[in-house]
């Protein structure tokens, strides 16, 4: 079965491990710093939950981290700058309604890859669902990818971030120099 990806539904299943806690379980970078699990909730700044390429994820506010989003345990702990801005407390994470998480699922599931399926605070599941209707899939250069900890990167996954975009780019920048020659030659 197809889903938006959630903590949950990404990494091993781990019995007795809220979804929040897998990441520090399954992926701790840092060597200067033992394992630990955070025990207090940080009552500021609140993360919110996004859809990025498919994936449910929160960004790390205070570094360039992001994770997946645990949609059963809304906590962020990050396993890069272990949340130190917050004395290395978790932060809560905003999500959506039940119902709009379900009518964001299906809005994006409906479109025939991951680089389409995206969505920020702010997007109604009606306007995804008249951008499905209006189906304009072609894209140049797309939305940025996030990468998240503990995410297996594919060489599809680079061959189409990476590869592609700079693929692109310098099919874009030939084509600017062409019409600069043009202007200015
Ligand atoms: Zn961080």
């Known amino acids: 079965m197809m889903v938006i990806e959630t903590a949950e539904s990404y990494f091993a299943r781990t019995p007795g491990t809220p979804g929040a806690e897998r990441v520090i379980h399954l992926h701790w970078y840092r060597r200067d ?29 205070f570094c360039r981290g992001a994770q997946f989003a645990a949609r059963d345990d809304r906590r962020f702990f990050c396993t890069e700058c272990l949340n ?18 379900t009518g ?11 680089h389409w399926r995206n969505w920020e605070p702010g997007a109604s599941v009606v306007q995804l669902l008249a ?38 780019a310098v099919a874009a920048q030939a ?8 202007v200015f030659g």
Do not use: K
Request: glycine letters at 4%; a neutral charge; hydrophobic letters at 45%.
């Open 33 to 61: 710093v033992a394992r630990f699990v955070p025990t207090e909730i940080a009552p500021s700044p609140v993360a919110v939950a996004v859809v990025n390429y498919g994936r449910w994820i929160v960004r790390c506010p």
């Open 84 to 101: 130190e801005a917050v004395a290395r407390r978790w932060i809560r994470v905003r999500w959506p309604a039940a119902a709009t998480i």
């Open 131 to 168: 951008e499905n209707a209006a189906g304009n899939w072609h894209h140049s250069w797309s939305t940025p990818r996030d990468w998240t900890t503990g995410e297996i990167v594919t060489a599809s996954i680079m061959n189409t971030h990476v590869r592609d975009e700079f693929n692109e």
């Open 175 to 182: 084509s600017s120099a062409v019409l600069a020659i043009q």
């Open 104 to 114: 964001i699922d299906e809005a994006l599931l409906a479109r025939p890859g991951d």
